[in-house]
C-alpha cells in the first residue's frame, strides 16, 4: 500500500483509529463502510447540526442513532447534567434520581409496573430474556428477522435463509449451542408466528420484537398484526417482549405500545431515556419484575446502573418531552419530509412514523425483511455521498431508520428535499 496523502483531518484520525481500533470505530455502522466511505470524525454538535473536525456542518438524521430527540445540547439537559455534576458522578449507592426516573418511565408507560435501570440497550435486552426463561422456566426465543436487539448471543441469529430456522449464529463466537434456542422468522406474516407456536409452543418462553422495525431501514406493522402476535402469547403462555430501545418516547411518548394500544409483559428500553448518556432499562409486570435480584433470584447488576449524571439527563429530557405539541411538531416535521421525499422518484419507498424515516431504493413496498433485503444497496451508497457533499448526514446504511428531532426546522427539511432532489438525480 502507498501512502496517500491525508486530505482531511477526518482521514488523519481514521489513520489513527485504525492502528488501535478495530475498524477504526467503537460500532460498526460508524465506519460508514456500506455506503463506500470513510467515517466522519465530529467536534461537535448543536441542535439538529453535527460539525466535523473539518469545519463542515452537516443537518444531523442519525441522532446517535435514537437519543437526541431533542436536538444536541439541549439546555434544559445540559443543565440538568451541570448540576448534578456538581454533586458527584457515581456513589455505588442508590440515589433519588433514580426512584423519580422509575417513577417517571411507569407513569409514561402504563404497562411497565416495575423498572430496571442498566447502561445500554443490549443489557435491557439479554437481562428481559433471562427474566422470561427464569419465569416460564422455558428457554427457547422467539424473534423477527431484520429486528436488532442488540448484541447479546442470543440475539444474533441470522435473518432469512432456512439457516435461521435451525438457528445457526451469524457471528462466529456465538454458540450455536445458545443460538439455537432462538427461532427467528419473517415479521409481518401471523402464520409462521402460529405454526412456530404449534411446533413449539410450550417451549417458548418469549416473543421478543421490534413493534415497529427500525433497525431494517423502517418496516410498520400491518394492520392487527401485532394484537395477533398479543393473543398466540397469551394463548401459549409465552411473555411478550416488545422492544422499544428505539420506538420509545420517540414514535409517541408512551412508544410504539401507547400507539398500537398492545399491552407487552415486558419491555426494554435504551437510548431517548439516557439523554445523550448511556442508558438502558427493562421493565414490566410486577409479579415478573419482582423475580430480579435482590428481591428475587433472577441475577442482574450493574456498576454504573442508574448513574446519577445518566438519570438526571434522562429525566430532564422526558420531562421537557411532556411539554404539550412536542409530538404533534415532531409528526409535522416527520410528515413534511415524507411527502417531499415521496414524490421524487419511482424506485423509492418512503415510510415514517413520528420521529423516524426511511428511505427504501426499491421500486415495491418493504413489508419484511426479504423485501428490504432487494434494495438497490449501491444506489442508496451513491445518494449517501451525494447527501454528505450537500451537508446531509443521513444514516449511513440502507438498514437503518433516519431520526428527525423536535429542534429540526422547516428550513432544515426543506433543504434536506432539495439536498435529495439532486442526489437523486
Ligand atoms: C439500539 C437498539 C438496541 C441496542 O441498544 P444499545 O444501546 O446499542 O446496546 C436494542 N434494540 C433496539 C430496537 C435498538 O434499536
Given at each position: 500500500m502507498t501512502t496517500a496523502a491525508v486530505a482531511t483531518r477526518s482521514q488523519a484520525i481514521f489513520e489513527r483509529a485504525k492502528a488501535v481500533i478495530p475498524g477504526g470505530v467503537n460500532s460498526p455502522v460508524r465506519s460508514c463502510k456500506s455506503v463506500g466511505s470513510e467515517p466522519i470524525f465530529m467536534d461537535h454538535a448543536d441542535g439538529s447540526h453535527l460539525f466535523d473536525v473539518d469545519g463542515n456542518k452537516y443537518i444531523d438524521y442519525v441522532g446517535s442513532w435514537?437519543?437526541?430527540?431533542?436536538?444536541?445540547?439541549?439546555?434544559?439537559?445540559?443543565?440538568a447534567i451541570e448540576i448534578t455534576l456538581k454533586q458527584g458522578t457515581s456513589f455505588g449507592a442508590p440515589c433519588r434520581a433514580e426512584v423519580e426516573m422509575a417513577e417517571l418511565v411507569c407513569k409514561l408507560m402504563p404497562s411497565i409496573e416495575m423498572v430496571r435501570m442498566v447502561n445500554s440497550g443490549t443489557?435491557?435486552?439479554?437481562?428481559?430474556?433471562?427474566?422470561?426463561?427464569?419465569?416460564?422456566?422455558?428457554t427457547m426465543i422467539v424473534k423477527f428477522d431484520g429486528c436488532y436487539h442488540g448484541h447479546a448471543d442470543s440475539f444474533l441469529v441470522k435473518a432469512g435463509s432456512g439457516l435461521a430456522t435451525l438457528g445457526i449464529s451469524s457471528s462466529p463466537g456465538a454458540p450455536d449451542e445458545i443460538t439455537k434456542l432462538t427461532v427467528s422468522i419473517p415479521f409481518n406474516d401471523p402464520a409462521q408466528l402460529k405454526k412456530t407456536f404449534e411446533k413449539h409452543g410450550k417451549e417458548v418462553a418469549?416473543?421478543?420484537?421490534?413493534?415497529?422495525?427500525?433497525?431494517?431501514?423502517?418496516?410498520?406493522?400491518?394492520?392487527?398484526?401485532?394484537q395477533t402476535i398479543r393473543e398466540l402469547c397469551t394463548e401459549h403462555g409465552a411473555l411478550l417482549i416488545f422492544d422499544e430501545v428505539m420506538t420509545g418516547f420517540r414514535v409517541a411518548l408512551g412508544g410504539a405500545q401507547d400507539m398500537y394500544k398492545i399491552k407487552p409483559d415486558l419491555t426494554t428500553l435504551g437510548k431517548i431515556i439516557g439523554g445523550g448518556l448511556?442508558?438502558?432499562?427493562?421493565?414490566?409486570?410486577?409479579d415478573i419484575m419482582e423475580m430480579v435480584a435482590p428481591q428475587g433470584p433472577v441475577y442482574q447488576a450493574g456498576t454504573l446502573s442508574g448513574n446519577p449524571l445518566a438519570m438526571a439527563a434522562g429525566i430532564a429530557q422526558l420531562k421537557?418531552?411532556?411539554?404539550?405539541?412536542?409530538?404533534?411538531?415532531?409528526?409535522?416535521?416527520?410528515?413534511?419530509?415524507?411527502?417531499?421525499?415521496?414524490g421524487l422518484s419511482?424506485?423509492?419507498?418512503?415510510?415514517?412514523?413520528?420521529g423516524m424515516l426511511g428511505v427504501f431504493f426499491n421500486s415495491k413496498p418493504v413489508t419484511d425483511f426479504e423485501s428490504a433485503q432487494k434494495c438497490d444497496t449501491e444506489q442508496f451508497g451513491k445518494v449517501w455521498r451525494a447527501l454528505i457533499e450537500k451537508g446531509i448526514y443521513w444514516p449511513p446504511s440502507q438498514f437503518e431508520a433516519a431520526f428527525i428531532s423536535a429542534v429540526h426546522t422547516k428550513h432544515d427539511i426543506d433543504n434536506t428535499i432539495d439536498a435529495f432532489k439532486d442526489a437523486i438525480k
Open positions: 435514537g437519543p437526541m430527540i431533542l436536538g444536541h445540547r439541549h439546555p434544559r439537559v445540559l443543565e443489557e435491557a435486552t439479554m437481562s428481559a430474556i433471562r427474566l422470561a426463561r427464569a419465569f416460564t422456566k422455558r418469549a416473543v421478543i420484537i421490534e413493534p415497529i422495525v427500525g433497525n431494517a431501514g423502517l418496516i410498520l406493522p400491518e394492520e392487527n398484526y401485532l448511556p442508558v438502558g432499562a427493562y421493565g414490566g409486570r410486577k421537557t418531552l411532556q411539554t404539550p405539541g412536542t409530538y404533534a411538531h415532531l409528526a409535522e416535521n416527520t410528515t413534511r419530509l415524507a411527502d417531499g421525499l415521496k419511482k424506485s423509492i419507498q418512503v415510510v415514517s412514523v413520528p
